[in-house]
């Protein structure tokens, strides 16, 4: 199975500022033939279910406000959170579905500084 | 507006079996592939299962192949998980997913709000 790393484990960001969050793929997720990566991220806040932010590494799901943007090719992604909000605090998954079964990283906390 | 709401969890010993089901509304369920992901207390988000929109296919991650099945009613707008053979590490909250549609495996759009299932004696 794919083996996805994201770093770090956690973060703690003021409000306005930026936060960057990595993850890495044990095999590459860029589809030559469409030229896609199929990574995706997710925001998960507690006690509820995850919710998607970004898939093809870097296209905005509808409604998703756009300081969220993701970036990267092949094995190595970026989510960025161009200046936080007190309610971007959550905990963040990066996911590849180029292979099955889809895998997801260990998750990234964010916290307000 | 999309809903997918699960039911079915509970307290199961271990070897004991349950179905959840989640049913589907405010959308055309029969035309969209669906999946199961499970979160243990306190982990990561674990992918379990999913099915084409037909039922046409099914596919499973190896720690739940045989003791797992995934299967739709389009008819009723329902997702279901049969679980058999039930373990500790089975202990979760099941959350039943629509994917985009366009390929497969998909990112998931609507999730639900996850039903408790607990392994114990």
């Known amino acids: 199975d794919i083996v996805m790393t994201q770093s770090p484990d956690s973060l703690a960001v003021s409000l306005g500022e930026r936060a960057t969050i990595n993850c890495k793929s044990s095999?590459?997720?860029?589809?030559?033939?469409?030229?896609?990566?199929?990574l995706t991220w997710y925001q998960q806040k507690p006690g509820q279910p995850p919710k998607l932010l970004i898939y093809w590494a870097s296209t905005r799901e509808s409604g998703v406000p756009d300081r969220f943007s993701g970036s990267g090719s092949g094995t190595d992604f970026t989510l960025t959170i161009s200046s936080l909000q007190a309610e971007d605090a959550a905990v963040y998954y990066c996911q590849q579905y180029y292979f099955t079964p889809p895998t997801f990283g260990q998750g990234t906390r964010v916290e307000i500084k | 507006q999309v809903q997918l709401v699960e039911s079915g969890g509970g307290v199961v010993q271990p070897g004991g079996s349950l179905r959840l089901s989640c049913v589907a509304s405010?959308?055309?369920?029969?035309?969209?592939?669906m999946q199961w992901v499970r979160q243990a207390p306190g982990k990561g988000l674990e992918w379990v299962s999913a099915?084409?929109?037909?039922?046409?296919?099914?596919y499973y991650v190896d720690s739940v192949k045989g003791r797992f099945t995934i299967s739709r009613d389009n008819s009723k707008n329902t997702l279901y998980l049969q679980i058999n053979s039930l373990r500790g590490e089975d202990t979760a909250v099941y959350f039943c997913a629509r994917e985009l549609p366009g390929v497969f495996p998909a990112p998931l759009d609507n999730w639900g709000q996850g039903a408790l299932v607990t392994v114990s004696s």
């Open positions: 095999q590459s997720v860029l589809f030559t033939s469409d030229n896609r990566n199929y």
């Open positions: 099915i084409w929109h037909d039922g046409g296919n099914k």
């Open positions: 405010g959308f055309s369920f029969s035309s969209y592939g």
